[in-house]
């Protein structure tokens, strides 16, 4: 598996586990989270992606009673979570309405309830998970600096921002952003276009995607996009899915897919991705298919 360095003493494997579902599953025993994250370090598959909001506020802390029983995953692993929605759920049931909160106080708490829950002294990689309209840069920023210099965090990044957003954030800081966590995948494949994915590989920030099987639309249903999948995968004897992605991480902006599944049979077969040979054509006859019409 091969790494994306995020700093100077951090990387993340090039495919995460994306942990969103995890409160989904019926069993949600330390055990089962284990044998997840076992699967996945089968592959070289290092790096867990949390939010606080993920299963109402609870994911976190199933993680954290996996870890709490198996103290030795944690040095085998990177820890992404992310921060800033408020939804009338879990801790936040009295909120009047949901909405974004990236003031300093609400960061430094956030940053607390996940640390707990998660039973870890540091969070490897924390995200602003979405732009807060009421954002003051300046107040954000410091908060997220003091939390790298603290030690609670070791790096900082953002999730579906657009590029003013980020240069917004950026400006008011010293620690640099290291990450954008946007939506990609080939049936959502306006960030190849609108600048999105542009803007990060100018500056050479290597994105994460979320969803990056179309929340999984690309691998059911009778459509051009699996038809075009299903002859690649034939060809090569994996399935959509490791199609799919491969075609994610052929791309020259160094795409991180997040991948979510609950089915231990699904995570082995995660990096069946990188057995895929993707050669340019490929790619377009894949990005045609996905639209409905060949490149002007």
Sequence with gaps: MDRTQLTEDLSMSRIVYGMWRLDE?????????????????????????QADIYGGYEAEELLGAALKAAPSLREKCEIVT??????????????????????RAHIEASVAHSLRLMNIEQIDLLLVHRPDPMMDHRETG????????????????VSNFKLHDWTLLQSAMETPLVTNQIEISLSTNDAFTNGDLAFLQERGVAPMAWS??????????????????????????????????AWLLAHPAG?????????????????????VKMDRETWFALYEAANGAEVP
Excluded: W
């Design 212 to 245: 990056p099987l179309g929340g999984g639309s690309l691998m059911t249903g009778d459509h051009a996009a699996g038809t075009a999948l299903d002859q690649v995968a034939n060809a090569q004897g994996v399935d959509r899915a490791a199609v799919a992605v």
């Design 255 to 275: 795409i991180v897919p997040v991948m979510g599944t609950n089915k231990l049979d699904r995570i082995a077969t995660f990096s069946d991705a990188l057995k």
């Design 25 to 49: 599953d019926s069993d949600t025993s330390p055990a089962h989270i284990q044998a997840k994250i076992e699967a996945c370090l089968a592959q070289g598959i290092t790096t867990l992606d």
């Design 142 to 157: 410091a908060a997220l600096d003091g939390l790298v210099a603290s030690g609670k965090v070791r790096a900082v990044g």
């Design 82 to 103: 992310k921060c800033d929605i408020v939804a009338p759920v879990g801790r936040y049931a009295s909120a009047r309405v949901k909405h974004y909160d990236t003031s």
